[in-house]
């Protein structure tokens, strides 16, 4: 009976031998494998903040591109047409003039808002004609395409069109 048991239990131990190294090597590969994924994220992450890096500062020179083309260009050749007309203020006074002028915006505020040109460098002066100007509330906005006209000094305003951003 001795040998019985001895063989019962041997072979027992073999089994639970087998079964823990069944389970450690599992466990290795499964940890391996996490090892493997952790690398690839981090390469993954790497390289995305490497391409973030790349495209803010190309966003940079392009905005620095478009000021110097806004500026340069459409101010100036406003600046000179209307110097051309008489007129001896600067592009920023018929920024300001606009701004006191929210009668012109046909859409009444929400919600206890007021309607306004409330951002400078949301009003455009595109031409010696033309503006294009963003006007809100503080809760819903929109946009403009007026036409002005100065005469001795006077600016004269007249809405072309206009919407709501929904």
């Known amino acids: 009976m001795k040998n019985k048991e001895r063989i019962?239990?041997?072979?027992?131990?073999?089994?639970?031998?087998?079964?823990?190294?069944i389970i450690?090597?599992?466990?290795?590969i499964k940890l391996s494998n996490a090892e493997e994924k952790k690398t690839s994220l981090f390469n993954d992450n790497s390289q995305l903040q490497q391409e973030n890096e790349d495209c803010a500062t190309q966003a940079s020179g392009l905005r620095s591109e478009l000021e110097k083309l806004e500026l340069g260009n459409y101010d100036q050749t406003s600046m000179l047409k209307l110097q051309a007309?008489?007129?001896?203020?600067?592009?920023?006074?018929?920024?300001?003039d606009l701004k006191m002028h929210s009668e012109l915006i046909p859409y009444e505020g929400i919600l206890g808002g007021t309607m306004g040109f409330?951002?400078?460098e949301d009003i455009h002066v595109l031409t010696d004609r033309w503006v294009f100007a963003y006007f809100d509330d503080g809760h819903i906005s929109?946009?403009?395409l007026l036409s002005y006209d100065i005469n001795n000094g006077?600016?004269?305003?007249?809405v072309i069109d206009s919407h709501l951003d929904v």
Do not use: C, E, P, R
């Open 8 to 21: 019962l239990w041997i072979s027992s131990m073999v089994i639970i031998l087998a079964v823990s190294l």
């Open 24 to 28: 450690i090597f599992q466990y290795q």
């Open 85 to 96: 007309k008489g007129y001896t203020g600067q592009l920023k006074d018929i920024v300001a």
């Open 118 to 120: 409330y951002h400078n």
């Open 142 to 144: 929109g946009y403009m």
């Open 154 to 158: 006077t600016i004269s305003w007249k």
